[in-house]
T-cell receptor, first 114, second 111 residues
Framework: NAGVTQTPKFQVLKTGQSMTLQCAQD?????MSWYRQDPGMGLRLIHYSVGAGITDQGEVPNGYNVSRSTTEDFPLRLLSAAPSQTSVYFCASRRNRDSGNTIYFGEGSWLTVV | DAKTTQPTSMDCAEGRAANLPCNHSTISGNEYVYWYRQIHSQGPQYIIHGLKNNETNEMASLIITEDRKSSTLILPHATLRDTAVYYCIVSLDNYGQNFVFGPGTRLSVLP
């Protein structure tokens, strides 16, 4: 049981490049989400999904796209990287919407845009 | 809106109990109290959660007041490895799906 797995762990991009951060969970969780965390700040929600085929925007969605073609995978795409997107990105999953269910986080993907 | 209030920072001597308070005066009846911690920008780590009763696991104890307006996370014997930012979370966001993380409490365990 690997939990929530994110790749890559580190990435450097040039401004204007695009890339995809991968996220996979093996717990058959319905809910998955992406957060970003800037230095000294809390986590902010980018996009989330309540199940395969369903996605929605969070607090800071601009510049990012997501899709959820399977229960297991929830990739985050940066369309045209900007220096403001330099951050640590965390993927998370949760069994379902019941309030007693814990959220599990991946180890993070460190992205630098130069 | 995180709906929680935590001290910005706290110190604790190694080997002593660390008591981290959290105020959540607007908590609703079906909202759980969750605690997570984050070490050196690693992924947030789940510690414990509860609804009404006090809870204990291998990592910590959670004490929730009877009116549920505040809680305390207790690390019974703090070690240097417990130095981290601790987040108290009681609410889902406006989308009803995801936790709202406030700034948390930076706990420094001192030798």
């Amino acid at each position: 049981n690997a939990g929530v797995t994110q790749t890559p762990k580190f990435q450097v991009l040039k401004t204007g490049q695009s890339m995809t951060l991968q996220c996979a969970q093996d717990m058959n969780h319905e809910y998955m989400s992406w957060y970003r965390q800037d230095p000294g700040m809390g986590l902010r929600l980018i996009h989330y999904s309540v199940g395969a085929g369903i996605t929605d925007q969070g607090e800071v969605p601009n510049g990012y796209n997501v899709s959820r073609s399977t229960t297991e995978d929830f990739p985050l795409r940066l369309l045209s990287a900007a220096p403001s997107q330099t951050s640590v990105y965390f993927c998370a999953s949760r069994r379902n919407r019941d309030s007693g269910n814990t959220i599990y986080f991946g180890e993070g993907s460190w992205l630098t845009v130069v | 809106d995180a709906k929680t209030t935590q001290p910005t920072s706290m110190d604790c001597a190694e080997g002593r109990a660390a008591n981290l308070p959290c105020n959540h005066s607007t908590i609703s009846g079906n909202e759980y109290v969750y605690w997570y911690r984050q070490i050196h920008s690693q992924g947030p780590q789940y510690i414990i959660h509860g609804l009404k009763n006090n809870e204990t696991n291998e990592m910590a104890s959670l004490i929730i007041t009877e009116d549920r307006k505040s809680s305390t996370l207790i690390l019974p014997h703090a070690t240097l490895r417990d130095t981290a930012v601790y987040y108290c979370i009681v609410s889902l966001d406006n989308y009803g799906q995801n936790f709202v993380f406030g700034p948390g409490t930076r706990l420094s365990v001192l030798p």
